[in-house]
């Protein structure tokens, strides 16, 4: 089973990234489910001339298209100071004040890049494991799997996501469904198992920005060697 047009990747308008696409993406073979678990299928490859045409937006490209996913980079001193707040007592009393200019910070700088980030968005930091083919997790703990929406359980279901950023020293990579409006992810694999995910490798800080609605994406830290560390944003 091959792509169908859908989502495209670009750099976001106002931001200077090295795209370098054909590096940058992956696509595979679908996904399976293990005990209602979906994950993505472990044959990664390079795309094809064909799949690289559906996949990636061609320049120019036009400014306030909704079905795009942007890529984007954090200012250095964005990311060194959430490391540096990492580094102090998280028991402080002013931690929370801490992390809520944290994210207010990152809202201003996103709004200042004109994307249209709410008052009321909401930042989940999650840490992975190296190895693991999903870091979703459920609110016992477990390995959730590729799905749509939040990917942290403390963010809220109706919530939805805005970006996904980088946040580590090494490169991480974010799986994806190259369509929107399937929420229903597990039933989407027990009828098109063999549909292709797309996945992206993010350098240190790096992210993605979403369409609304997101897409139904993952993280996967099976190439890693040190800690996953990805900020994921809502609203």
């Known amino acids: 089973m091959g792509l169908a047009p859908g989502l495209r990747f670009r750099v976001a308008p106002l931001f200077h ?3 370098d696409w054909p590096q940058r993406l992956r696509v595979n073979g679908g996904a399976l489910q293990c005990d209602g678990v979906v994950l993505p299928r472990d044959d990664w490859r390079r795309c094809s001339a064909v ?4 996949l990636v937006e061609p320049e120019p490209v036009p400014s306030g298209c909704g079905d795009t996913i942007d890529l984007l980079t954090l200012p250095a001193h964005v990311r060194r100071w959430w ?3 990492v580094e102090t007592d998280d028991a ?3 931690s929370r004040s801490r992390y809520a200019g944290f994210v207010g910070d990152l809202r201003d700088f996103l709004r200042f890049k004109r994307l249209p980030v709410p008052d009321d968005c909401a930042a989940d930091v999650v840490a992975s494991r190296p190895g693991q083919r999903s870091i979703r ?3 016992a703990g477990a390995v959730a799997g590729f799905a749509a929406g939040p990917i942290a359980p403390s963010t809220g279901e109706c919530a939805d996501p805005l970006a996904v950023f980088n946040l580590g020293d090494e490169r991480t990579h974010v799986v994806l469904l ?3 409006g399937a929420n229903g992810v597990a039933e989407f694999v027990g009828r098109e198992s063999a549909y292709p995910l797309v996945r992206v490798y993010l350098d240190a800080g790096e992210g993605l920005w979403f369409p609304s609605p997101a897409p139904a994406f993952d993280g996967c830290t099976v190439d890693k060697a040190d800690l996953d560390v990805i900020l994921v944003l809502c609203g």
């Open 137 to 139: 997790l459920d609110r």
């Open 178 to 180: 190259n369509r929107t």
């Open 92 to 94: 402080a009393p002013d």
């Open 51 to 54: 799949e690289l045409d559906l």
């Open 17 to 19: 990234c090295r795209a």
């Open 83 to 85: 490391w540096e707040q």
